[in-house]
């Protein structure tokens, strides 16, 4: 089993900025592909960004231009500015070995933008 933990969500006005991160719990998990998707009260979750372990990112219509995906070692990045109400959502980090692996998801953080 491999233990994800996401940090740094929290309150925002629109337009603002929030970086959330996450990496393994456990040291010796390497993965090849990673993820953020969000899912807001009432909906399904949603695919928010993308990374494959070759650099290809991937992102949703609604956060292009706004959110960067990255990663530094062990730990994956979501860097979200321009923050809109819309955006509202718990965020959960997603992380496989590779692309057609087991998926691995974290708890979650809370992201809240008032307008």
């Known amino acids: 089993q491999v233990h994800v933990v996401e940090s740094g969500g929290g309150l925002v006005q629109a337009g603002g900025s929030l970086r959330l991160s996450c990496q393994p719990l456990?040291?010796?998990?390497?993965?090849?592909?990673m993820g953020w998707y969000r899912q807001a009260p009432g909906k399904p979750r949603e695919l928010v960004a993308t990374?494959?372990?070759?650099?290809v990112t991937n992102y949703a219509d609604s956060v292009k231009g706004r959110f960067t995906i990255s990663r530094d070692n062990a730990k994956v990045y979501l860097q979200m500015n321009s923050l809109k109400p819309e955006d509202t959502a718990v965020y959960y980090c997603?992380?496989?070995?590779?692309?057609?692996?087991?998926?691995?998801w974290g708890q979650g953080t809370q992201v809240t933008v008032s307008s």
């Open positions: 997603n992380l496989k070995r590779t692309y057609y692996g087991n998926s691995y």
């Open positions: 990374l494959s372990g070759g650099g």
């Open positions: 456990e040291p010796s998990f390497s993965f090849n592909a």
